[in-house]
């Protein structure tokens, strides 16, 4: 019974009308991150998302506060939202700590912010969650973000020669 619940609560909100869409707030972080507009924009939407929330929302709340850093100039603005993004992805990695998309977000964002941060501690942890995620069948659970993880995988600097031919064959 709990599992039917369960399953009934994740098909509710992938697909009912006026919920949260990732397929859609996947392209729009693609959008936000080439617009300050539009990283505003994305960025407020997730206003009444909080620690209780859902880990994917908080996730998604996360990674617009790090977007915003992206657009910024001041930078005590830049480093008040990446403290607020980081804090919030941590919180949603701890509830859902196997989570793919969760780890692509703090994989890709370790990244790329500057040593200075002191913000790269996960890159391997987070390299093994993705790396399971492509072996075991991910392009059928979901095949957007299968395709992203891959592709961004395929051109990190962060993955092993033996990674890259491991992540082609997939």
Known sequence: MILKSLLSLIICFYFAPGTWN???????????????????????QFRNV????????????????????KHLINPISKLSHFRKGRNLLEIAIAASPKNPELSFFRFTTQSNVPALLNYKSDINTDKAVLINFLRSGGTKADPD?????????LSSKFCTAQEIRLIEGL
């Open 22 to 44: 990732l397929l859609s707030l996947r392209l729009q972080l693609d959008q936000a991150a080439n617009s300050k507009v539009l990283a505003e924009k994305f960025n407020d």
């Open 145 to 153: 973000l299968f395709k992203r993880i891959k592709n961004y995988m």
């Open 50 to 69: 909080n620690e209780k929330s859902l880990p994917i929302l908080l996730g998604y709340k996360a990674i617009s506060e790090l977007v915003m850093c």
